[in-house]
Nanobody
Framework: QLQLVESGGGLVQPGGSLRLSCAAS????????MGWFRQAPGKEREGISC????????NYADSVKGRFTISRDNAKNTVYLQMNSLKPEDTAVYYC?????????????????????WGKGTLVTVSS
């Protein structure tokens, strides 16, 4: 069992930046690929980024590529999402998720169907 708790959401102006954090419980954090998802009002949940166990591999949705950066600190059991050049359309509830894997081949995938654990989400509002 892995508990995930997001933090760092809030109100930010267009063009601004925000960093989200996801704190994971337990010693098993390293054995999970991690991902960030978001769901805007009236929209489907979107897998926006993922990162492999060691952090060597990352992947981004086209909607955030070049603006968002995912990272992880395995010593702190924490994954981050640095969000820059924020747009109003980035407004959404952002979720942290984990995909347990016992292989260290260096990969990640953004599909929600692969995730084993989910946080409850943190709201990001981009508005002037």
């Amino acid at each position: 069992q892995l508990q995930l708790v997001e933090s760092g959401g809030g109100l930010v102006q267009p063009g601004g930046s925000l960093r989200l954090s996801c704190a994971a419980s337990g010693r098993a954090f390293y054995y999970n690929n991690m991902g960030w998802f978001r769901q805007a009002p009236g929209k489907e949940r979107e897998g926006i980024s993922c990162i492999s166990r060691s952090g060597s591999i990352t992947n981004y949705a086209d909607s955030v590529k070049g603006r968002f950066t995912i990272s992880r600190d395995n010593a702190k059991n924490t994954v981050y999402l640095q969000m820059n050049s924020l747009k109003p359309e980035d407004t959404a509830v952002y979720y942290c998720a984990a995909e347990t894997t016992y292989y260290n081949g260096g990969y990640c995938r953004r599909g929600a169907e692969h995730m084993n654990y989910w946080g409850k989400g943190t709201l990001v509002t981009v508005s002037s």
